[in-house]
C-alpha cells in the first residue's frame, strides 16, 4: 500500500521491543508486563483487590463526577451519542470505581474496600511527551474509611510502586482542599484578589477567572506566579476538621519516614477532591512532571447519585511517565521471556521432524519454536539468538539417520549429541 494507515496521534503500539518516539521511549511489551506484576505484587501487600470496569462509561457519571467546568469534562473528553444513550471512553477510574461501588452494594462486603485497577484512559489532550491520548493509569481507590490512616495508606502504596521498580528521584506535594463549604468561600477571596489583577493575566487565565479560578493556581506563567505569591491561601479558608484531619496525614506520613512538601496551591485537575490532595513529581520528566495524584472525595458517592456520602481517597499514576522515570534514571527493563530451545532443522524430512517434537515438548511445558520459512542454518541460528533461546537444538539429514539431535548451548557454544528420546530431559536440565 503506498499509504498505510497509521495510528492516532498520542496513541501508541506496544511492541515487543522498546522504542522511542521523538525521544519519548515507549516501553516493550515484557516490560508492560513486569511493571504490572510489580504494582499487582505490591498492592496485594495491603490487600488491595483489582476492580475491572468498563472502558466505556455514561457520561453523565464523567460529567458529575469530575466536575463540568473542569478541562477533562470540558474538552477532553472522547463521548459520542448513539441511540439515547451518550457514552465516553473513560478519562480516570476514580468516578467508574465509585459507581461500581454503589451500583454492586460493595459496601455490604463489610469494612474498608481497597479496589486497585490497572488499564487505558483516554483524554482528548495536545499529545507532547509524557502527555497522551489513550494513556494508562495504574491506582487504587480505598473506599468506606474516614481516617487519615487511609490517606497514609494509599500514598504509601503509590510510592511503594516506585521503589519497588528502583525509583527514587521524587517528590511528593501534599495539601488539603477543606469540606465542601471551604473551596467556594477561597474561590469567591481568589477570584476578589485578582480581578483588579486581570490585565496581567494570560489569556487562558483569564478565562478561567470567570469559571474556575482554582485553576490558575496551577500556572508555570513567572508573571502570574509572582502575582500569586501574594493571594490568599486555601489553607486560610479550609475548616477545622479538615485541619485536623490533615495534621494528622502530616503526622502519619513523618512517623512512616515519607518526605512530603506542604503545597498551598495544589489544587488537582477534578472537582471531586475534599481534604487530602497529593501529587508525587519526578524531576525527570520536565513539563509533564505529575508520576501520579490523587486524594480524598468524601463527596463524589453524592455527586454520582449515591444515598449518602461515602468516605474515600486514592491516587492514580500515569504507566507511560513511570516508564519515562525508568528511562531517565537508566533502569533496564527484562527482555521478553526467553525460548528454552529453537528446532534448527535442515531439510523437509527434519522440517516435519521439528515439527512434530515442538508440538511434543510444548506438551510437557517447554517453550519452543522452529523455523516456518526453511531458511538457511545461518539464518535459523540468528532468530534462535533473536528470540534468546537457551539452546538450538540442530537438526539435518545426518541427525535424522541417526535419531540424534546437536544441542547447542547458545550462550557457552559447547553442543552435545542426544538422542531423540531424550531431548525433553536434556532440554529441562
Ligand atoms: P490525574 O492527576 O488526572 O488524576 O491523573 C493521574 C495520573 O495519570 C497523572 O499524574 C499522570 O501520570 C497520568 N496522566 C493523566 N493524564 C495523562 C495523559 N494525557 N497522558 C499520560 N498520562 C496521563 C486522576 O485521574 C484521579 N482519578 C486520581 C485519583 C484516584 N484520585 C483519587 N483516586
Same mark, same amino acid.
Given at each position: 500500500?503506498?499509504?498505510?494507515?497509521?495510528?492516532?496521534?498520542?496513541?501508541?503500539?506496544? /511492541?515487543?521491543? &522498546?522504542?522511542?518516539?521523538?525521544?519519548?521511549? =515507549?516501553?516493550?511489551?515484557?516490560?508492560?508486563?513486569?511493571?504490572?506484576?510489580?504494582?499487582?505484587?505490591?498492592?496485594?501487600?495491603?490487600?488491595?483487590?483489582?476492580?475491572?470496569?468498563? =472502558?466505556?462509561?455514561?457520561?453523565?457519571?464523567?460529567?458529575?463526577?469530575?466536575?463540568?467546568?473542569?478541562?477533562?469534562?470540558?474538552?477532553?473528553?472522547?463521548?459520542?451519542?448513539?441511540?439515547?444513550?451518550?457514552?465516553?471512553?473513560?478519562?480516570?477510574?476514580?468516578?467508574?470505581?465509585?459507581?461500581?461501588?454503589? %451500583?454492586?452494594?460493595?459496601?455490604?462486603?463489610?469494612?474498608?474496600?481497597?479496589?486497585?485497577?490497572?488499564?487505558?484512559?483516554?483524554?482528548?489532550?495536545?499529545?507532547? !511527551?509524557?502527555?497522551?491520548?489513550?494513556?494508562?493509569?495504574?491506582?487504587?481507590?480505598?473506599?468506606?474509611?474516614?481516617?487519615?490512616?487511609?490517606?497514609?495508606?494509599?500514598?504509601?502504596? @503509590?510510592?511503594?510502586?516506585?521503589?519497588?521498580?528502583?525509583?527514587?528521584?521524587?517528590?511528593?506535594?501534599?495539601?488539603?482542599?477543606?469540606?465542601?463549604?471551604?473551596?467556594?468561600?477561597?474561590?469567591?477571596?481568589? %477570584?476578589?484578589?485578582?480581578?483588579?489583577?486581570?490585565?496581567?493575566?494570560?489569556?487562558?487565565?483569564? #478565562?478561567?477567572?470567570?469559571?474556575?479560578?482554582?485553576?490558575?493556581?496551577?500556572?508555570?506563567?513567572?508573571?502570574? !506566579?509572582?502575582?500569586?505569591?501574594?493571594?490568599?491561601?486555601?489553607?486560610?479558608?479550609?475548616?477545622?476538621?479538615?485541619?485536623?484531619?490533615?495534621?494528622?496525614?502530616?503526622?502519619?506520613?513523618?512517623?512512616?519516614?515519607? &518526605?512530603?512538601?506542604?503545597?498551598?496551591?495544589?489544587?488537582?485537575? /477534578?472537582?471531586?477532591?475534599?481534604?487530602?490532595?497529593?501529587?508525587?513529581?519526578?524531576? &525527570?520528566?520536565?513539563? %509533564?512532571?505529575?508520576?501520579?495524584?490523587?486524594?480524598?472525595?468524601?463527596?463524589?458517592?453524592?455527586?454520582?447519585?449515591?444515598?449518602?456520602?461515602?468516605?474515600?481517597?486514592?491516587?492514580?499514576?500515569? @504507566?507511560?511517565r513511570l516508564f519515562l522515570a525508568l528511562d531517565a534514571a537508566g533502569i533496564a527493563m527484562p527482555a521478553a521471556e526467553r525460548l528454552d530451545a529453537y528446532l534448527v532443522a535442515l531439510g523437509d524430512e527434519a522440517s516435519e521432524w521439528a515439527t512434530g517434537t515442538a508440538a511434543r515438548l510444548r506438551e510437557g511445558g517447554l517453550r519452543v519454536a522452529t523455523d516456518?520459512?526453511?531458511?538457511?542454518?545461518? &539464518? #535459523?541460528?540468528?532468530?534462535?539468538?533473536?528470540?534468546?533461546?537457551?539452546?538450538?537444538?540442530?537438526?539435518?539429514?545426518?541427525?535424522?539417520?541417526?535419531?540424534?539431535? @546437536?544441542?547447542?548451548?547458545?550462550?557457552?557454544?559447547? #553442543?552435545?549429541?542426544?538422542?531423540?528420546?531424550?531431548?525433553?530431559?536434556?532440554?529441562?536440565?
Amino acid at each position: 500500500m503506498s499509504n498505510p494507515i497509521r495510528s492516532i496521534t498520542g496513541t501508541f503500539d506496544v /511492541l515487543p521491543d &522498546a522504542y522511542r518516539v521523538d525521544d519519548a521511549l =515507549i516501553a516493550g511489551s515484557a516490560a508492560w508486563r513486569h511493571v504490572e506484576a510489580t504494582v499487582r505484587d505490591v498492592m496485594a501487600r495491603y490487600g488491595a483487590e483489582e476492580i475491572r470496569t468498563p =472502558i466505556l462509561e455514561p457520561t453523565e457519571l464523567i460529567a458529575r463526577g469530575i466536575g463540568q467546568l473542569t478541562d477533562i469534562v470540558s474538552k477532553e473528553m472522547f463521548a459520542f451519542e448513539r441511540g439515547d444513550t451518550n457514552y465516553v471512553l473513560r478519562p480516570e477510574l476514580t468516578a467508574p470505581v465509585m459507581r461500581a461501588y454503589l %451500583q454492586h452494594r460493595l459496601d455490604q462486603r463489610g469494612g474498608v474496600q481497597r479496589l486497585y485497577y490497572i488499564g487505558p484512559c483516554f483524554r482528548a489532550e495536545r499529545p507532547q !511527551r509524557g502527555r497522551y491520548r489513550q494513556f494508562h493509569q495504574f491506582g487504587v481507590e480505598c473506599i468506606g474509611a474516614e481516617a487519615p490512616q487511609a490517606d497514609v495508606e494509599v500514598i504509601s502504596m @503509590m510510592i511503594g510502586v516506585y521503589r519497588a521498580l528502583g525509583v527514587s528521584d521524587m517528590k511528593l506535594r501534599l495539601n488539603t482542599l477543606g469540606d465542601a463549604e471551604s473551596r467556594p468561600r477561597y474561590r469567591q477571596a481568589l %477570584q476578589a484578589f485578582l480581578a483588579p489583577h486581570a490585565a496581567r493575566l494570560t489569556e487562558t487565565s483569564r #478565562q478561567r477567572l470567570e469559571t474556575n479560578p482554582l485553576r490558575i493556581l496551577d500556572t508555570k506563567d513567572p508573571g502570574e !506566579r509572582a502575582l500569586l505569591a501574594d493571594a490568599p491561601k486555601l489553607v486560610d479558608f479550609v475548616d477545622g476538621a479538615s485541619r485536623e484531619h490533615y495534621d494528622r496525614v502530616r503526622n502519619l506520613l513523618s512517623a512512616q519516614g515519607i &518526605a512530603f512538601e506542604e503545597d498551598p496551591f495544589l489544587v488537582r485537575g /477534578l472537582d471531586y477532591y475534599t481534604r487530602t490532595s497529593f501529587e508525587l513529581e519526578s524531576p &525527570a520528566l520536565g513539563a %509533564q512532571s505529575a508520576l501520579a495524584g490523587g486524594g480524598r472525595y468524601d463527596l463524589l458517592a453524592l455527586e454520582v447519585g449515591g444515598r449518602e456520602a461515602v468516605p474515600a481517597v486514592g491516587f492514580a499514576a500515569g @504507566m507511560e511517565r513511570l516508564f519515562l522515570a525508568l528511562d531517565a534514571a537508566g533502569i533496564a527493563m527484562p527482555a521478553a521471556e526467553r525460548l528454552d530451545a529453537y528446532l534448527v532443522a535442515l531439510g523437509d524430512e527434519a522440517s516435519e521432524w521439528a515439527t512434530g517434537t515442538a508440538a511434543r515438548l510444548r506438551e510437557g511445558g517447554l517453550r519452543v519454536a522452529t523455523d516456518l520459512l526453511s531458511r538457511s542454518m545461518k &539464518a #535459523q541460528m540468528r532468530e534462535a539468538n533473536r528470540l534468546s533461546a537457551r539452546y538450538a537444538v540442530i537438526v539435518g539429514s545426518d541427525e535424522m539417520a541417526a535419531r540424534e539431535a @546437536m544441542v547447542r548451548d547458545m550462550a557457552g557454544a559447547e #553442543q552435545e549429541r542426544v538422542p531423540f528420546d531424550d531431548l525433553a530431559l536434556r532440554l529441562r536440565a
